[in-house]
């Protein structure tokens, strides 16, 4: 996804115009993700997923021609393979939101880099240096503090978010080792196909075993196919387009700016997501949530820096 040049003002510099769009990304996407709890008292996630993305597909071939985007992938088994890894993380995310705010979720799947130093160490053979090491356990300390951890009783929903932070870790692996080459909107596009799947096989599988399903958000996870309300389509559109500019304007700060920059700012959604939370439904976080942010932060700008 380009901008023409025409757009882009003369002699700006490349580090501020990547940071103001990863701001603007973390402003749509904590703004969007707050609203899944509408969705979530009267849909279901699965139904959601599916919807969403005959949404985004649309949008996105709509846009193709006009923008010259290429959406045919040059090696299709690895797409898919990363399309459906980062699925799998993105549905855990969303069921997560249902029970937890915005803040508490994204720290979880912020647990992304730290897997991926892991991963990339253990299954690659990539040598990581101390810095990297104290990153690690400083993030996960600061994971620990926003999600509550030692703080209150141990809940499946407060495990979940770190099991999406591992499988996104995954999913930004098979990008990097699988999918070298591919064009950013394939694998938008992918991405979205991806948890379509995953939203109709949960469709299907609901409307046969049509389990006993809690009122409201309680019921998200277990709800089969519904007729949908035009509060749940006008917020599941919310959900696509938000998506899809959000995404692309992160896309293109990692065009743009040197990509060990473009990392710190992305941590932006963490205290966007907290405001939003705090502005739309008027519930503030702890302290130590505050202090766990500014840990994750840390950790995440050592290793950012360190990929130098």
């Known amino acids: 996804?380009?901008?023409?040049?025409?757009?882009?003002?003369?002699?700006?510099?490349?580090?501020?115009?990547?940071?103001?769009m990863v701001v603007t990304y973390a402003f749509l996407i904590g703004f969007t993700d707050n609203w899944v709890?509408?969705?979530?008292?009267?849909?279901?996630?699965?139904?959601?997923?599916?919807?969403?993305?005959?949404?985004?597909?649309?949008?996105?071939?709509?846009?193709?021609?006009?923008?010259?985007?290429?959406?045919?992938?040059?090696?299709?088994?690895?797409?898919?393979?990363?399309?459906?890894i980062h699925a799998v993380a993105m549905v855990i995310y969303f069921g997560c939101l249902a029970f937890l705010s915005v803040a508490e979720v994204a720290a979880g799947l912020f647990t992304a880099p730290i897997f991926v130093l892991i991963l990339s160490r253990f299954v690659y053979g990539h040598p990581i240096g101390p810095f990297?090491?104290?990153?690690?356990?400083?993030?996960?300390?600061?994971?620990?503090?926003?999600?509550?951890?030692?703080?209150?009783a141990v809940t499946p929903a407060m495990v979940l978010p770190i099991v999406a932070g591992l499988f996104y870790a995954l999913g930004n692996l098979a990008t990097r080792e699988w999918c070298a080459g591919e064009t950013a909107e394939t694998l938008l596009l992918g991405f979205f196909l991806g948890l379509g799947f995953f939203g109709l096989i949960g469709m299907a599988v609901l409307s046969v075993w049509n389990p006993e399903v809690a009122e409201g958000t309680a019921g998200f996870v277990l709800r089969g196919p519904v007729w949908p309300s035009s509060a749940f389509l006008f917020w599941t559109f919310v959900q696509a387009a938000g998506s899809l500019l959000g995404v692309g304007l992160?896309?293109?700060a990692y065009q743009v700016a040197e990509a060990s920059r473009v990392a710190v700012f992305e941590y932006a959604i963490l205290p966007m997501s907290a405001l939003w939370t705090w502005a739309i439904w008027g519930e503030g976080i702890s302290l130590s949530a505050v202090l766990g942010m500014a840990l994750i932060v840390f950790a995440g700008a050592i290793i950012a820096l360190r990929a130098r």
């Open 37 to 84: 709890r509408v969705i979530a008292a009267e849909g279901g996630l699965w139904q959601f997923h599916a919807t969403r993305t005959g949404m985004a597909a649309a949008l996105l071939f709509l846009l193709a021609r006009p923008l010259g985007l290429s959406l045919r992938p040059r090696r299709p088994r690895a797409v898919l393979a990363r399309s459906l």
């Open 250 to 252: 992160m896309i293109r």
């Open 1 to 20: 996804m380009t901008v023409p040049d025409t757009f882009r003002p003369a002699g700006a510099n490349p580090t501020l115009r990547a940071a103001a």
């Open 132 to 152: 990297r090491v104290l990153a690690v356990l400083v993030g996960f300390a600061g994971v620990m503090l926003v999600l509550g951890f030692g703080l209150r």
